[in-house]
């Protein structure tokens, strides 16, 4: 460790015992003064942009995540995944677009590792109220299918299959892909449900081109008022032995 990392740790104690006790507030209060003699440090900035969003401060965090952006971009996963939330809360969905147009185009260059192409990053972890899940996106349109986005519902999983179900977003059909991942206007997306092993429901079509996020996790959202395996009777007892 260099002598700055091991002397910004040493300055950061008070302010990370605090946030491991839960004291957000005060380990907001604390980050904020230290950036006063580290204003660039990346990994203040971070933790100060987190403290600002357990403390319902997300205009905060924003400028604070932008800023640590600003000063290290090569592992960027953690930075970007925490402005696209912030943008959902605040309703920026146009930022949220950006950003989020912005990734694909830095995963599909090969130049951040904490954003594989061919494997797809999360990009959310909302909730329903009964359930959280996490949604992939796939910054070139993924496998036979050619699915954009992966809703995965870990808390559906199926104990005697081991299937875990989703929802994708994909077009199969005909149609351009561009190669730097912006939108595909000229394909017809689907919205499809797996709620077990070998079983898919059509969900939705959206017949002009790839949708925003916005409408398809609207969309996402309003079938899972109930869990998804719900609708379908995906899940029965496991045999017995």
Not at 24 to 38: C, G, I, S, V
Not at 111 to 124: N, V
Not at 196 to 205: D, G, I, Q
């Amino acid at each position: 460790m260099s002598q700055y990392a091991a002397d910004r740790e040493n300055a950061m104690a008070r302010a990370n015992l605090a946030y491991s006790c839960r004291d957000y507030e005060a380990a907001y209060q604390l980050y904020r003064k230290l950036l006063d003699t580290y204003p660039k440090d990346a990994r203040l900035l971070t933790m100060a942009g987190e403290t600002a969003d357990r403390t319902g401060r997300p205009e905060e965090a924003v400028l604070l995540y932008e800023r640590a952006f600003s000063e290290n971009n090569r592992y960027s996963w953690n930075l970007r995944v925490r402005l696209m939330q912030d943008f959902i809360r605040l309703g920026r969905w146009q930022d949220f677009e950006a950003e989020r147009l912005d990734t694909r185009k830095a995963s599909l260059s090969g130049r951040d590792s904490t954003l594989p192409a061919d494997k797809g990053y999360i990009i959310e972890n909302p909730g329903t109220g009964h359930e959280f899940f996490n949604v992939m996106e796939f910054p070139s349109l993924h496998g036979d299918d050619h699915t954009r986005e992966r809703y995965v519902l870990y808390e559906e999983k199926d104990p005697c299959t081991g299937f875990t179900p989703y929802i994708d977003l994909e077009s199969p059909g005909a149609g351009s892909v561009p190669t730097d991942g912006s939108p595909a206007t000229d394909r017809t997306f689907s919205l499809v449900a797996f709620p077990s092993l070998n079983t898919r429901w059509l969900l939705k079509t959206y017949p002009k081109g790839e949708p925003d996020y916005k409408t398809v996790r609207a969309d996402v959202l309003s079938v899972l008022v109930k869990p998804l395996t719900l609708h379908f009777n995906a899940n029965t007892p496991c045999p017995a032995a």
